[in-house]
């Protein structure tokens, strides 16, 4: 937090165009603003999703911040408004073999966090220039309902899939913000025009959008494949791993098919576009020592699940394939120091062997047809 005294009045309100056009300076696609207010509504419906259980062992989302997020003058006791910002990291789309692991895009470049913090804080300084305000500057491990205010921002609605979604521009954003003690006149949000589509709810292949008891659609975490594979630190249910497929560090499906990204720009920032080895082989990913895995994610957010759950993660993906070829791989890691990376392993190795034996039978009921068959 910044505080300067003796420019102008901290009540003076500076015009939202110049806010808007000083942030698109900053490198953000996205901004707008929302009143530093209580959303009413959106508590009542988060604390609901968090009676109902659905965060999962995201402790830090139910416990005391959770009571932060009621207000962002909790904050920053002198904020007016919420500047809100998006970040665009949608990255071109590259040719996947069947033996790549899969990273969410928005983790293929530099840390987000970092990104978003250095430009929040050269937005407010540039404010600072024009107008002396208090400011914090909040990125998605702020105990701030984000998404909601970036909808009262006029950045987008918040779809089935619970991504903001950009009308224009679709959904592919990191989002930011910067708390003020300026009055800004805030923007309106844009209607739901989700209508009646269902392509995120139907590709999800761990089923985890859901309606609540309100009878709207909601993510259960515990179901998520992005919770099961960089949240959740333990061990992963065993009847969610096949549908997790090759996917290591979060998921994109539900973004993937949504229509409103059909035609959805892609960054040229370079900071999304650095090369940390997004598209590896799995097979090589089995081998990583402790000192490869930070050297090669250490600038990403990939090290969140760490060591061991990344390749707990692997070895899911692996198992998942039902591909013989990753038997030595997950041999080896069955015998890893840790519990946690083994037991993985050793059910990666049972699902191989299960599809091994499938296939032994599609072979012999193949070969008996064969020889039932009557002769022409």
């Known amino acids: 937090m910044q505080k300067r005294t003796g420019l102008r009045a901290y009540d003076e309100i500076v015009q939202a165009a110049t806010v808007k056009q000083l942030a698109r ?6 901004a707008g603003v929302a009143a530093a207010a209580p959303l009413t509504d959106d508590i009542a419906h988060y604390q ?8 999962g062992k995201m402790s ?38 069947d033996d790549t692991a899969l990273i969410a895009k928005y983790a293929r470049g530099r840390d987000y966090h970092d990104v978003l913090r ?13 107008e002396a305000h208090e400011w914090r500057v909040c990125v998605d491990t702020a ?54 589509c269902s392509r995120c709810i139907d590709a999800c292949p761990t089923q985890a959008i859901l309606p609540n008891a309100a009878g709207e659609w909601t993510l259960d975490a515990r179901r998520c494949i992005a919770y099961l594979n960089i949240e959740l630190h333990g061990a992963i249910p065993e009847e969610l791993r096949q549908a ?5 560090y979060g998921c994109d499906i539900c973004q993937d098919v949504c229509p409103w990204n059909r035609r959805a720009p892609e960054t040229s920032d370079p900071a999304f576009l650095e090369d940390f080895g997004a598209s590896p082989a799995l097979e090589s990913l089995a081998y990583l020592t402790a000192e490869e895995f930070r050297a090669r994610y250490r600038h990403t957010p990939v090290t ?70 009557p002769h022409s």
């Open 143 to 196: 105990p701030l309902l984000e998404r909601s205010y970036a909808r009262e921002a006029g950045l987008g609605w918040i779809g089935r899939n619970q991504c903001l979604i950009n009308e224009p521009q679709g959904s592919w954003f990191v989002l930011g913000e910067l708390l003020t003690s300026l009055a800004i006149a805030p923007d309106t949000p844009p209607p739901d025009r989700c209508g009646t």
């Open 48 to 55: 609901a999703w968090i009676n109902a259980g659905m965060a």
């Open 25 to 30: 300076e900053c490198g953000f696609e996205l």
């Open 304 to 373: 969140r699940p760490k060591y061991d759950g990344f390749l707990r993660n692997v070895a899911v993906a692996m198992g998942a394939s039902g591909e013989e070829r990753y038997r030595q791989p997950l041999e080896h890691l069955a015998r890893h120091a840790s519990a946690l990376v083994a037991e993985h392993a050793q059910w990666a190795l049972r699902q191989l062997k299960l599809e091994h034996l499938v296939a032994e039978n599609v072979e012999i009921e193949q070969r008996k047809a064969c020889v039932e068959a």
């Open 118 to 130: 250095e430009r929040l804080e050269e937005l407010a300084r540039r404010i600072y220039a024009e």
């Open 60 to 97: 830090y989302l139910a416990d005391h911040r959770a009571d932060v997020r009621r207000d962002p003058r909790n904050l920053l006791a002198s904020a007016r408004s919420v500047i809100c910002v998006g970040k665009l990291y949608n990255t071109p789309a590259s040719d996947s073999a």
């Open 244 to 248: 997790m497929g090759a996917n290591v």
